[in-house]
């Protein structure tokens, strides 16, 4: 204990502020700390936190039976945004005295504290990075246990918003999955994390939902959109997605009126699969003559062109094309405006990049909340930012609402 906690009692009648403010100055200027363990204010908060939970303690024996009274004191280190403090809880003989400002078991005196390692988790710190940041910003001790409890605060917030009402109609949605590892009973598994992002009627970006599975499917992709069904949603225009088998049958199971439009770019990926690198440039060069045609009747022809230069030698990569070409070409009739936002999910994969970088430290989580946790807050920082309408929206929805008659209900 400092000299000072010795010489002052805030409550005492004989209480000198000045005195107080002469010695805390004297301290300070001795290199005594303003706060923490041995700080200069430390022993005023003691003294106030020791005083409110007297009074508690008076306030609950006078409602009692007269046989209830005092029982000594409990010793106990609170952590506060001054660092620790260790003060003496009082108790009744009876043991029902529930104290409110310092609840029984709680060892974090405020909010505050919790919302710091909540930012500091939020920006994507680890726990044993946040507890290090603490000891080092605070003087405060703070297990992994511990800032793991208080981040468990986001859990309710994650399902309010996972369960949120949702628009009736949206003109675009993007649909893609991105996948995670995951300890369980100690062996590492992969997870699929299924991320809906939507452009609203006002142009503006929005995260409809987040959902969690052992991998990519078809089925588990019809769960997912007769969830957003439940949620409210009516109606999708377009909605992009990547090559993955069978999505295209399960939105229009749930969706019908829904437009296919599947991503370009994932298309060209997977056909280089199938080219020798040495012909990889050529045959690049001859295929953006397809993609990047201005009617579909020209990208057609140019298909063909493709075909009979390359079908030979690469027979797979044309098969794909031409098998797909339905749910590929779509764009094609639409202005250049509309077509540049729906050709490709690379919006969505652009919010898959916001969420690597808040899990890029993590080889494993350590369990699906812990994951779903993260995710969320990276969710959220993405989502703050999107507060504008996409670029020309006016006029891409004017022709959306040409295109859909009148679906959009403006």
């Known amino acids: 204990m400092n000299d000072l906690s010795k010489k002052i009692n805030i409550f005492s009648e004989d209480f000198d502020y000045n005195e107080f403010q002469n010695s805390a100055i004297k301290e300070l200027q001795s290199g005594k700390p303003l706060t923490g363990k041995e700080g200069v204010l430390t022993p005023l908060i003691k003294q106030l936190l020791e005083a409110s939970l007297e009074a508690e303690m008076d306030t609950h024996l006078d409602n009692e039976s007269s046989s209830n009274r005092r029982n000594g004191k409990l010793k106990k280190t609170v952590k506060t945004n001054q660092g620790n403090v260790e003060i003496e809880t009082p108790r009744d003989r009876a043991g029902t005295f529930e104290p409110q400002i310092i609840k029984k078991r709680q060892t974090v005196l405020n909010e505050s504290l919790d919302n710091k390692i909540l930012s500091l988790y939020g920006i ?10 603490l ?55 992969a997870k699929a994390i299924y991320t809906i992002l939507g452009l609203n009627k006002y142009g503006v970006k929005e995260i409809l939902g987040l959902y969690l599975s052992e991998a990519e499917g078809s089925k588990f992709w019809a769960q997912v959109l007769n969830n957003l069904r439940n949620r409210g949603l009516k109606d999708i225009l377009i909605a992009c997605i990547d090559g993955l088998t069978g999505f295209p049958e399960a939105i229009s199971s749930m969706f019908p009126k829904a437009e296919i439009q599947k991503c370009v770019i994932h298309q060209i990926r997977n056909t280089f699969k199938y080219i020798l690198s040495k012909d990889q440039k050529t045959f690049m060069s001859d295929l953006k003559l397809v993609y990047q045609a201005t009617t579909k009747e020209e990208a057609e022809t140019h298909l063909l062109q493709l075909d009979e230069k390359w079908g030979k030698k690469y027979p797979a990569a044309l098969r794909s094309w031409q098998n797909n070409w339905e749910n590929l070409s779509n764009y094609f009739k639409y202005p250049h405006e509309l077509r540049r936002i729906i050709y490709t999910t690379n919006a969505v994969e652009g919010l898959h990049r916001q969420m690597r970088k808040y899990t890029k430290n993590k080889g494993a989580f350590t369990s699906e909340n812990a994951l779903l946790k993260l995710l969320y807050c990276a ?32």
């Open 124 to 133: 994507g710190m680890s726990y044993k990075d946040i507890s290090a940041h």
């Open 135 to 189: 000891a080092e910003m605070y003087g405060l001790e703070v297990s992994s246990g511990k800032i793991s409890q208080i981040t468990d605060k986001i859990i309710p917030m994650l399902e309010e918003w996972r369960n949120r009402p949702l628009d009736s109609v949206y003109p675009v949605i993007y649909l893609d999955a991105i996948h995670f590892k995951v300890r369980e009973d100690s062996v590492v598994k």
């Open 379 to 410: 969710c959220d920082k993405a989502e703050q930012k999107w507060t504008q309408p996409m670029h020309g929206w006016a006029m891409i929805l004017s022709q959306l609402d040409i295109y859909f008659d009148d679906r959009l209900n403006l």
